[in-house]
Nanobody, 124 residues
Framework: VQLVESGGGLVQTGGSLRLTCTAS????????IGWLRQAPGKEREWVSC????????HYEDSVKGRFTISSDNRKHTAYLQMTNLKEEDTALYHC??????????????????WGQGTQVTVSS
């Protein structure tokens, strides 16, 4: 299993970035795919996840209306379009598969399925 994230960078408040996750070794038919982030001194949290099977999505409250997740099963790729970025979005962003997504949120990430992450830094 391999997950490679890209697209992070330094951006000013209000700016946009598009993160890309290229996955191999597992099928999007079998797992939900999503994005987590970890800011310095904080716990890792789910940002968003999506079921490629039925398109069901979940977003963490602070990113609703600003972030959009999508996936392309044929390309084994997931995306996170981030707009109106805020300083509090600064974090290391990882993509990871999970077992499920529902109205309550994303399930736990699959153990050991983890990429190196891509750093997003938002400055004023």
């Amino acid at each position: 299993v391999q997950l490679v994230e890209s697209g992070g960078g330094l951006v000013q408040t209000g700016g946009s970035l598009r993160l890309t996750c290229t996955a191999s070794g597992f099928s999007f038919d079998d797992y939900v795919i999503g994005w987590l982030r970890q800011a310095p001194g904080k716990e890792r949290e789910w940002v968003s996840c999506i079921s490629d099977t039925d398109g069901f999505t979940h977003y963490e409250d602070s990113v609703k209306g600003r972030f959009t997740i999508s996936s392309d099963n044929r390309k084994h790729t997931a995306y996170l379009q981030m707009t109106n970025l805020k300083e509090e979005d600064t974090a290391l962003y990882h993509c990871a598969p999970s077992y499920f997504v529902n109205e309550h949120g994303c399930g736990p990430p699959v153990n050991g399925y983890w990429g190196q992450g891509t750093q997003v830094t938002v400055s004023s």
